[in-house]
């Protein structure tokens, strides 16, 4: 890749703004600098592309032919640049609730609820951010954190989201092809599929089915739930599936239960919040929305 050499900022925006008023008294007023600064910049300008931009009079400035038609592409390059900086950094954190979720749970679970919030509560700006692990909350980043765990967070509120049932999860495909999966003990002849960052996995699931017989470890790692289903999808192996997550999988058919054993877990999805420090306006309604539709879904009740 060619590095290509660019004039400093500082000289872009003083000729930018001179031109715009053209006037180094008045570019100087408005970037904060003296006259004799702008002079400077917008002459060391010059002196990179070696082309005068200004025709200097006695009382005011004139763009040269190369000035006027070097402006729009200076005044295009900062409107893109703050455009790029809006896009990606959107509004003041101060105005934006921003939220961070595992990118699993987002998916699976926030996603296909989010229309709800938006719909009840439409100008309420809100920033969805994922994350695969376990993070340390990040306070000056964001307000509401999603976490996986035993809700023991010292220092915040944590509110439990889900109740978690676990469950192998398979591709039709590979009930009908391959090697046989009529009895737990005959995950030996097939490949596990684990999502690392989780305490609670096949080695418990095979503890409750009572099978002695199957390697635990076997098989391979992924870092998200959505990785795993996808690839037991496609008869790559069994996914060990969380309830709250594993929902749209088995109602688009894409995977099914070969067993009616379910686990419950002790581990599940907490939002948390500082219990320092001023709350967001928006993170309370935020919370009871979020509490509210996890309480309403019949698949994620207390046991």
């Known amino acids: 890749m060619t590095v290509r050499r660019l004039p400093h900022l500082s000289w872009l925006r003083a000729f930018e703004a001179s031109a715009r008023h053209l006037s180094f008294t008045n570019a100087a007023q408005e970037l904060n600098l003296t006259q004799a600064a702008i002079s400077k910049q917008v002459k060391l300008l010059e002196q990179y592309l070696r082309e005068p931009l200004f025709e200097r009079k006695p009382r005011s400035l004139a763009l040269t032919k190369v000035g006027a038609a070097y402006l729009p592409k200076i005044r295009d390059g900062f409107e893109r640049l703050a455009a790029g900086t809006e896009e990606v950094f959107g509004n003041r954190r101060s105005e934006v609730l921003t939220v961070r979720a595992p990118v699993g749970y987002s998916v699976a679970w926030i996603a296909p609820r989010m229309t709800s919030f938006l719909t009840d509560h439409p100008d309420i700006p809100i920033r969805l951010v994922s ?48 090697p046989p999966l009529k009895t737990p003990s005959d995950l030996k002849h097939h490949r596990l599929l684990h999502v690392m960052g989780y305490e609670e996995g096949w080695a418990n699931w095979l503890r409750a089915a009572r099978v002695t017989d199957v390697n635990a470890g076997q098989g391979i790692q992924c870092d998200t739930s959505l990785l795993v289903f996808e690839i ?72």
């Open 131 to 178: 994350s695969v692990w376990g993070e340390q909350f990040d306070k000056e980043r964001f307000d509401l954190d999603i976490q996986y765990g035993t809700g023991r967070w010292p220092g915040f509120r944590s509110d439990r989201l889900t109740w978690e049932v676990l469950e192998p999860l398979c591709a039709p495909q590979t009930l009908s092809a391959g």
């Open 232 to 303: 037991a999808a496609k008869g790559g192996g069994i996914a060990l599936g969380r309830s709250s997550m594993s929902g749209p999988m088995l109602d688009a058919g894409r995977l099914l239960r070969p067993f009616d054993i379910a686990v419950r877990l002790q581990e599940a999805f907490y939002l948390n919040s500082p219990e320092d420090g001023r709350e967001h306006p928006d993170a309370t309604i935020f919370r009871d929305w979020l509490l509210a539709q996890s309480r309403a879904d019949p698949s994620n009740q207390p046991r």
